[in-house]
């Protein structure tokens, strides 16, 4: 366990601790005004519960997230000062533009929004949740925008040992960046909508609230039905880039090793990296992989053995990444489309769906990490994509500082973690706390 592995565990660790809070956070903070938006509108009293029920689980999930942000951002400075150095000039700048601009933006506003129920104007407090929630989610761009620099570099020139910043509109506008948050994004807002329709079915199943979560519900199926479908079509465009941005991660998710013109897909197979080869493959669709990759049935498609095995990512992590993410998605959208349709029957009609939803709830987080880990364990051993090692980035630091401040972070996240869920679960599970005994009529109305 060197400075580097240490270094690696430190920063894997916070990064996904910090990406359970993060997607729930960009996608719940629009339904919340969504749903604001609503009881402005229409004067609905659920409409005004709903935005305070969901928005307590919102603020709750934001804390977090706020704390464990700050400290991995820390870590470029702490354990990463040699990529600090090399990269500060592009990378720090997008990070400066998100925490002075983004950040404190959603701060200020989240605020406002909290303590100004029945002291602003309605439409004045509308306003700020909505500000609350274009910050959270420009708050992502920028950072998404960082992380797609590393991912493919552009706008910049080698000066005096470093990346120098010289094209900016290029770094925020290549394409690789555009649909790395656009893609992160739907992600996100999958979850969300996940979030809302397990919690509510939960409630729905017991009968409680009944017209109050069933218009949660409504709201969050046709919500998730449009984002998981989106999901799906937008996600090949993120993999067909790959073939020219970064070919070997794209080999190592299909797990191909030789170069080939018309490559098939194998729909079924087992890497074996030791042996370069594949012990389990089946079901070949020929040409498929080819035509997926470039829109060219003849197109030729890079195998790993293009590359010595010390610039190859772990192919089996990169892979199964892959998959179950792929498998996830798919599932998202029949679980969608089964919720929007069955929207409007009564609860006693739809019981197997609503238990699904419930169990649900953890698999958008899954798919979500898979995606993370996918984007930077497929890029490896880069930490620039063709520019600079991981190796190469880590600080000159003793191995007994990195490990115990990794032995620190785990700990101190496992206790956030659990205080984290233990609030979001106990506040889910009582359910609209200003809610005493709903109409009758509005119950058989549902």
């Known amino acids: 366990m060197n400075v580097l592995t240490l270094s690696r565990l430190q920063f894997a660790v916070a990064t996904y601790f910090h990406f359970l809070f993060v997607p ?22 659920d409409y005004k519960r709903m935005t305070k029920f969901w928005g307590k689980l919102f603020l709750i999930n934001f804390a977090i997230g706020v704390v464990t942000g700050i400290t991995l951002e820390f870590q470029f400075g702490t354990n990463w000062s040699r990529y600090s150095a090399f990269v500060g000039d592009v990378f720090g700048s997008l ?36 500000l609350v929630a274009v910050a959270s989610n420009l708050s992502a761009f920028w950072i998404l925008v960082a992380n797609a620099w590393m991912q493919s570099p552009v706008g910049f020139e080698i000066r005096n040992g470093r990346a120098e910043l010289t094209d900016f509109v290029a ?19 999958i979850l969300a ?45 993120n993999a067909e880039i790959l073939g020219s941005k970064q070919p070997v991660k794209l080999a190592a998710m299909e797990a191909q090793w030789e170069t080939r013109r018309g490559a098939p897909m194998n729909l079924l197979q087992w890497p074996d990296a030791a042996k370069e080869r594949n012990s389990i493959q089946t079901l070949s669709v020929p040409r498929l992989l080819s035509l997926l990759a470039h829109y060219d049935a003849n197109a030729e498609v890079k195998g790993l053995k293009e590359v010595p095995p010390s610039l190859r990512p772990p192919v089996l992590p990169t892979f199964l990444s892959f998959r179950i993410m792929v498998g996830l998605a ?16 009564p609860v006693e009609a739809r019981p197997l769906l609503l238990r699904l939803l419930v169990w649900s709830i953890p698999l958008p987080y899954v798919a979500n990490e898979l995606g993370w880990t996918l984007a930077e364990v497929g890029r490896q051993p880069w ?18 500082q990195v490990a115990v401040s990794a032995v620190a972070f785990i700990l101190v996240y496992t206790l956030l973690g659990i205080a984290d869920f233990y609030l979001l679960f106990t506040n889910a599970r009582r359910g609209p706390v200003s809610a005493g005994s709903e109409p009758a009529a509005a119950v058989a109305q549902v």
Do not use: C, N
């Not at 729930?24 to 009293?45: H, K, P, Y």
């Not at 979560?213 to 409504?218: E, P």
């Open 95 to 130: 990070l400066a533009i998100e925490a002075t601009a983004a950040f404190f933006l959603e701060s200020t506003f989240i605020a406002v929004w909290f303590f100004g129920w029945d002291r602003l104007p309605k439409k004045v407090h509308l306003a700020a949740i909505w």
């Open 24 to 45: 729930l956070t960009l996608g719940l903070s629009l339904l919340v005004a969504i749903f604001q938006t609503r009881w402005v509108r229409t004067g609905d009293e």
């Open 330 to 345: 798919f599932l998202f959208v029949a679980l969608a489309v089964w919720a929007v349709a069955s929207r409007r029957q």
């Open 193 to 237: 909508g996940f979030f809302v329709l397990g919690i509510s079915s939960w409630h729905l199943l017991r009968r409680q609230h009944v017209a109050f979560f069933t218009k949660s519900f409504r709201i969050a199926a046709v919500w998730t039905l449009v984002f998981a479908v989106f999901e799906v079509a937008q996600g090949h465009m």
């Open 171 to 189: 770094v925020v506008t290549q394409r690789f960046a555009v649909l790395e948050v656009v893609h992160t994004l739907g992600g996100a807002y």
């Open 383 to 400: 930490i620039v994509y063709g520019l600079m090692q991981t190796s190469d980035a880590v600080s000159p630091i003793a191995t007994s």
